[in-house]
């Protein structure tokens, strides 16, 4: 987990690793204070690690760090798409407007894993899997900024008159997202550019 806006490469020369929390495998929270210019403080219930420290192995994108004004750094999330049989919406809203913030996928095994933003005081409809092939995220836009407003499963795509991706089964699906706008990237296919 990256608690924090995705690097980007210029940054390398401008940050420093610290490790603040290890696992030891036993259940512990992290506690933190999240706003738009990032994350301010941070807190543990287990003592700071102690010893020889190795920098963070941080997931590597297939897509392209979304354009981005100077203000908007983006959050980056994925998931692998097989064997997904639930998803469960998250709601929230983007420059006042009601959208959808984030997915839980829950896989066959029970493991489960959240693209974009997943909060657990919001979460809203749930979507059976079944025996559908495909997932489509309907997209919109607030003074330029895009966001997902609607998410449903099919069995075969029908047209849709709104900007829609139609996700299979297989693969992986990227979720990028700041304070006001997403973007979400599978298999070649892209949602609406953001706003620069």
């Not at 287990?46 to 760090?65: A, D, F, K, Q």
């Not at 899997?129 to 995220?137: D, F, Q």
């Not at 309907?138 to 330029?144: P, V």
């Not at 966001?147 to 829609?164: A, E, N, Q, Y």
């Amino acid at each position: 987990m990256v608690l924090g806006p995705h690097p980007q490469s210029f940054w390398e020369e401008f940050c420093n690793w610290t490790l603040l929390h290890e696992s030891d495998g036993a259940p512990s929270r992290i506690f933190f204070d999240i706003a738009p210019s990032g994350i301010h403080k941070l807190g543990f219930e287990s003592p700071p690690p102690g010893g020889e420290t190795s920098l963070p192995t941080l997931p590597t994108p297939l897509s392209s760090y979304p354009e981005s004004t100077s203000l908007d750094d983006y959050f980056y999330t994925s998931a692998p798409l097989e064997n997904i049989v639930e998803i469960t919406l998250c709601d929230g809203t983007i420059l006042g407007r009601r959208s959808i913030i984030g997915l839980l996928f829950r896989y066959s095994d029970g493991t489960r894993t959240c693209v974009g933003q997943f909060r657990t005081d919001r979460p809203t409809m749930r979507l059976a899997v079944n025996k559908s092939t495909k997932m489509w995220l309907s997209f919109d836009t607030e003074d330029g900024y895009p966001f997902v407003d609607s998410v449903g499963v099919c069995r075969s795509p029908k047209p849709m008159s709104r900007t829609c991706l139609y996700i299979s089964w297989v693969g992986r699906l990227e979720w990028w997202f700041s304070y006001k706008q997403c973007k979400v990237y599978y298999q070649g296919q892209e949602s609406i550019s953001t706003k620069s």
